[in-house]
């Protein structure tokens, strides 16, 4: 996967997990079950929680290191729209330094942090393992299971926080192994417990899930109820219902979204719950599929003359062929099909909503934000 094409969830199928990991992490299920005595009671959530008097829900936007003048240009066209952004900046190695995201191609722009601040506006910078345009799967465990490279990244991420006067970290270590869910909600426990004693805040994002299990050996790397515990935010990432190696389909349904976060909530406190919108989609030939955002959807359906024709809950679809004869099937979220899941924040009494990722969307969208909250 490279810059250009980045996602925000990899596929677990699309990074080449083999059968015998995925035979293995099932095997653990009855035991990592009986470590969470509980965990699928509520947590006071009743799935219909809606908003009495609460704080305005928090706006979030995401900036990829890959398109950042691009992104940034709409946190400076919409100064008074996010409330948080998270700039996609930071990855770790096995022992728990702090490195670029990309070594070549990141550029950290105090500039624009102050700027956003001053604006009133919180700078949670993104720790990835997304790593010079390719997930590395290694990196975290490797970190998660010594002890020595669990507190030297604690530190690194404390102290990197401090250092350069960020708001907090969002932490976005993504396909991880159930085997590593132990050490995992451990190193989110003690981190959170340090950023807050410095009054800072910490963001975390998790995979998309009805039940604790899940779909896949990821889900069950991610105690929702532990982490709600420790952190400040939960982001969940609410997309990649179709993904990069999947049949050609919607990118995130709006009653597969409803059904997500109405379990979360039994797991998580509705307030800090954060909804995910995509704002991107597929283009689908020959089996694979390439990310696209809103402009390029559009511009394709220009291009080849195909019209654009709607699911039932409102997702842009449409196919064509291209100068080979190849066939093309491109699904994406642009404002309509996004608006149909704002009214979920509400709903369920959720405390935000992030926006994966800026640059390229429907910019019709963001005057729809604006009137909901």
Excluded at 227 to 254: E, H, L
Aim: charged letters at 25%.
């Amino acid at each position: 996967m490279t810059a250009g094409t980045t996602r925000r969830r990899p596929s677990w199928r699309a990074v080449g997990v083999i059968g015998s990991v995925v035979f293995v992490c099932v095997a653990l299920v009855a035991v990592l079950l009986t470590e969470d005595p509980g965990e699928t009671g509520g947590t006071g959530g009743t799935g219909d929680a809606a908003r009495t008097g609460e704080a305005k829900p928090v706006r979030i936007g995401y900036v990829p290191y890959w398109d950042q003048r691009r992104a940034l240009d709409v946190v400076w066209q919409h100064p008074d729209l996010f409330d948080q952004v998270s700039p996609v900046w930071y990855s770790l190695t096995p022992a728990g330094r702090i490195v670029l995201a990309d070594d070549h191609h990141t550029h950290v722009d105090p500039a624009a942090v102050r700027a956003m601040q001053a604006r009133g506006t919180k700078v949670l910078p993104t720790v990835t393992n997304l790593r010079n345009g390719d997930w590395d799967l290694d990196l975290v465990p490797a970190m998660l299971h010594d002890p020595k490279a669990r507190r030297t990244h604690i530190r690194a991420l404390v102290e990197l926080v401090r250092d350069k006067g960020y708001d907090g970290i969002d932490i976005d270590y993504e396909s991880l192994n159930a085997a590593d869910r132990k050490a995992y909600t451990a190193f989110l426990t003690e981190l959170g417990r340090r950023l807050q004693a410095d009054g800072k805040l910490l963001a975390t994002a998790v995979h998309p899930k009805t039940s604790n299990a899940g779909d896949d050996p990821r889900n069950l790397a991610q105690n929702y109820r532990a982490i709600g515990a420790a952190v400040d935010q939960v982001r969940v990432m609410t997309y990649d219902y179709s993904w990069d190696t999947s049949p050609p389909g919607p990118v995130a349904p709006a009653r597969w979204v409803d059904r997500v976060i109405a379990w979360t909530v039994t797991q998580i406190p509705p307030q800090k719950v954060v909804l995910g919108v995509d704002l991107l989609g597929y283009d689908w030939s020959g089996g694979r599929g390439v990310t696209v955002s809103d402009q390029r959807a559009r511009s394709l359906a220009d291009a080849h003359g195909a019209r654009i024709r709607r699911s039932e809950d409102g997702s842009p679809w449409f196919s064509y062929r291209d100068s080979s004869g190849n066939r093309h099937e491109v699904w994406w979220e642009d404002a309509r099909s996004a608006r149909a899941k704002l009214p979920l924040v509400d709903q369920y009494g959720l405390g935000g909503v992030f926006f994966w990722r800026l640059g390229g969307e429907d910019s019709a969208l963001w005057p729809e934000v604006r009137a909901t909250w």
